[in-house]
């Protein structure tokens, strides 16, 4: 595993999530409260990528896994439910991507 990431990296993950976001926004058939999930998890990994691509090149991959830990530990203090179980599950599917 690579101990760094490139901005053409940290760009494709932003660029994932901006892609599932507006498809779970303006093209999901999926309950409300799951649509909001994923749109909730797109949106973290995106301002997270932002502030990565704004931070000196090249970024230590662990500042990504602590980002996502962060978002992770937020969802702990949700409900448990369908809108908890969506947004982990999507928070799971974008780290795997990078």
Do not use: N, W
Request: positive net charge; contains cysteine.
């Amino acid at each position: 595993m690579k101990r760094y990431m490139e901005a053409k990296e940290i760009q494709i993950l932003y660029f994932t999530a901006y892609f599932l976001h507006g498809r779970s926004k303006y093209g999901s058939a999926e309950r409300g409260d799951i649509r909001l999930a994923r749109i909730g998890a797109c949106r973290g990994v995106m301002r997270v990528c932002r502030t990565l691509t704004e931070a000196p090149q090249p970024v230590l991959r662990s500042h990504l896994d602590e980002a996502f830990i962060l978002l992770q530990r937020q969802a702990e203090r949700l409900a448990g439910g369908a809108f908890k179980t969506a947004y982990l599950e999507t928070l799971a599917f974008l780290q795997k991507t990078v």
